[in-house]
């Protein structure tokens, strides 16, 4: 916003220079409206708001047509004050001149800061319905659209990351025994003991009862060991739901990005490794090429 107000200023003193007259505030509306069509300002929208669920962007909407309307109505009232100002400026003296664009000055000031403020909060509120829109509701953790475009940009930038598959071992029979309810406990369970033991590791659902995780910055040989105490955890593990008392374990596949797969290859690498780990069950099984 303060770029954008700096090239108006510049942009209307050239100009004015230019045609040689003197500076009066309403010019500003003008040279606004030709920057704002000539950088494309008004096309620049936020992609974030095309990835928002219908509640959500209806109520980021209200608070988007909340600011559009305060922003007009400051915009408004600092046009009234430069109509005003012009008015009283032909008869006063030049001293008043001076007090007068002043005061207008500083008013304007205000009150753009305030359309700041607003902007900003609205910013805020935006970035936060978009960071929920990237948690999964029951385990809260990331779901498969964040992994889907944190993936992405790792593998676009080429940076050097570690991938993991987490599956639950014979879940099926966790729901058929003791009912989804439970399944869902066992579920958020789980998800907590991961973040007890591989702390540097960002955690997605990817679907059902499986999870990846991803470390950057770790060795491979540290991350494939602490999965490994990870492993032995759970399966020492028994989790209680009021009278049911239940026994799980997990597989995992382990599968390093040299910065030359896509993301289909990276993901195949470690579902790979996971299958193999799935036929011996409560084991990891890193991949090979």
Known sequence: MKDVIEKIYRKTIEDLKKAGKLPYPLYYQ???NQFS???????????KLLCLEDK???RVIEDTIETINFVNESSQEIKKDSETLVDELEVVDSDEVKELVIKFSANLITKINNMEKRIEELQSELNKAYEELLIEPLTKVYNRKA??????ELVNQKRKFILALIDVDNFKEVNDQYGHLVGDFVLIKLVSKIKEVMKSAKIYRYGGDEFVLIFEGVDFDIVASKLEQLIKKIGKTTLKYKENFIKITISCGIAEFEGNESYDEILKK????????????NCLVKFKE
């Open 30 to 32: 003008e040279v606004f």
């Open 37 to 47: 069509i000539s950088e494309g300002i008004f096309d620049k929208i936020n992609p």
């Open 56 to 58: 959500q962007t209806e």
């Open 147 to 152: 992994l889907e475009k944190d993936l992405k």
């Open 270 to 281: 470690a579902d790979d490794a996971l299958y193999q780990a799935k036929k011996c069950k």
